[in-house]
């Protein structure tokens, strides 16, 4: 069994995506979240390029350690002290060395030949050598680059004392089938790494969509440690992502052949999560594992399908890798099966067929028109059915309101709701911030003890075309609830996920008080 060496490189290649800034103690939590996911290696920045960054790679090093934590540095003494001076207190001190080898980087970027190029590694790294464990070296845009030169240039490096060297495919640039043959050349002809006392690593760029074939590829021809980040995030279309390999590997393994990783996969979404969280950055909706599509089934084939036997359209299981597991979403592609699923679970029955039937002509009627049908929607279809007499919330009328106090302002959420047919009294709420003035009037106009847990806001179009996107992930009673919204206004989509949530919990609440019911008179 191949061993597979996993460094992770979210908190500085990640990082360096647009857009993206982690404060020291941020990037903290990250790596901590990382240590519990097993990778083998943190590369937890480039300290020579800001004292933050700096303090960022201290903190990580005195604290993780259950994991070797890595510093980039460039090919010259000042990146190097500096990276080893972040390290010191690590328990195991790797440097990650670059410098680029392809002829336009040599030409246009460094303004240097080859021999130039081969001399300044060569010095980086047994200078490297005398500062920490383990000397990664990688050849930036390794998949431009001349064979015959890349294989002198690994050769040379390696003889020097590193233990690990790196085909960086930097630009995305390279198919599958090139990578795969650059890297069992590589690892063909580098006597240190056919001796077995150094290892080649790959990490690759996404900008052609190949980052993840192109990674499997160089584990196939080869290479023992991979390089990639959390959602694949990174320089321009990011990098490998992690969770997407782990899958991989723990879905296909048999296929790839005697590959092994100490990844703890449970831990893979919820670490997305927080990721996500921090930067603010959603992944899209079909992305692997993370994407909200991910494990939803809409389509009335796949949704009868995925009730009999899940295995039918996934071939991943969502809790594997710290998921919630798969979604019937309705819309008008739902079928029959879909509807009753999602009946039964407000119900706690599935009504016989002639109370289904007058469901489904509910259910088309408002499927026509709408994008999805909501919780509250099929709430509705229950209540006008005869089957469903308890508590269902919408809005009448919701605003969010600023006042500036000084050089700040402070936000005053009025909302006006109906309770079935009974109009409530207009409550109000106010904060800093206009979401939690909102959350927090709607939490107490819907006492269900809701915890959001993730909440998310997407605006696409412009003009009148623009709309807004809220997800909202709450917990009440235990149950996880999914709710999603798209109105015209940030507000009304925020409030009715919320609303959405708070009459899926009222129905979960009535649901268990009859089963209680039931068994208490069943006790007597």
């Not at 630009?171 to 650059?182: C, M, N, R």
């Not at 599509?293 to 890798?321: T, V, W």
């Not at 708070?502 to 006790?523: I, P, Q, R």
């Amino acid at each position: 069994m191949n061993r597979i060496i996993i460094l992770d490189t979210t908190l500085r290649d990640g990082e360096q995506a647009p857009g993206m800034a982690m404060t020291p103690e941020e990037k903290l939590a990250v790596a901590l979240m990382l240590e519990k996911c097993g990778v083998d290696i943190i590369e937890a920045g480039f300290p020579v390029s800001s004292q933050r960054d700096f303090e960022a790679v201290k903190a990580i090093a005195e604290t993780v350690k259950n994991c070797a934590v890595s510093a980039l540095a460039r090919v010259v003494e000042n990146d190097i002290d500096r990276a080893a001076e972040a390290l010191k207190d690590a328990v195991k001190r790797h440097i990650h060395l670059s410098i680029a080898t392809s002829p336009i980087h040599r030409d246009k970027k460094l303004r240097m030949s080859r021999d130039e190029v081969l001399k300044k590694a060569v010095n980086a790294v047994r200078y490297a050598l005398t500062k920490c464990d383990t000397v990664e070296i990688g050849a930036e845009d390794a998949t431009r680059t001349e064979p015959e030169f890349l294989l002198d240039f690994f050769t040379a490096v390696t003889e020097a004392g590193a233990r690990v060297i790196n085909i960086a495919d930097t630009s995305g640039y390279s198919l599958p089938q090139e990578f795969a043959k650059l890297t069992s050349f590589i690892a063909g002809g580098v006597p240190k790494v056919i001796s077995g006392d150094a290892i080649v690593s790959v990490h690759c760029h996404n900008d052609l969509g190949l980052a993840l074939a192109n990674t499997i590829a160089g584990i196939s021809a080869g290479a023992l440690q991979v390089e990639a980040t959390l959602m694949g995030v990174g320089e321009r279309a990011g990098n490998a992502a992690l969770e997407e390999l782990a899958a991989v590997m723990k879905t296909r393994g048999s296929a790839l052949g005697k590959y092994e990783t100490a990844v703890n996969t449970q831990m893979l979404i919820p670490a997305c999560e927080l990721v996500s969280s921090i930067e603010a950055i959603s992944p899209g909706a079909s992305k692997p594992l993370t994407g909200r599509n991910a494990f939803a089934h809409s389509s009335g084939i796949h949704q009868d399908g995925m009730l009999k036997c899940r295995q039918s359209y996934e071939i991943i299981d969502p809790a594997d890798f710290g998921g919630a597991g798969f979604r019937i979403l309705l819309s008008r592609h739902s079928g029959r099966s879909g509807v009753a699923s999602k009946v039964g679970e407000l119900l706690g029955y599935e009504p016989p067929p002639e109370a289904m039937d007058a469901v489904m002509r509910g259910f088309e009627k408002i499927a026509s028109s709408e994008k999805s049908v909501s919780c509250t929607a099929l709430l509705r279809i229950l209540r006008d059915c005869g089957l469903y007499d308890g508590v269902i919330y919408s809005i009448l009328k919701i605003s969010v309101l600023p006042e500036k106090i000084g050089k700040n302002y402070r936000y005053c959420a009025r909302v006006d709701l109906k309770v079935n047919e009974t109009k409530c009294p207009v409550i109000s709420a106010e904060d800093d911030d206009a979401f939690k003035a909102l959350f927090s009037v709607l939490g107490s106009a819907m006492p269900w003890g809701i915890k959001i847990k993730n909440f998310s806001l997407s605006l696409f179009g412009a003009g009148e075309r623009l709309s807004a996107s809220a997800i909202l992930q709450a917990e009440t009673g235990g149950a996880l609830i999914r709710a999603e919204s798209n109105k015209h206004d940030i507000y009304a989509a925020a409030a009715g996920a919320y609303i959405d949530a708070a009459n899926y919990a009222a129905a979960a609440f009535k649901l268990h008080a009859h089963e209680m019911s039931h068994a208490g008179m069943a006790g007597a």
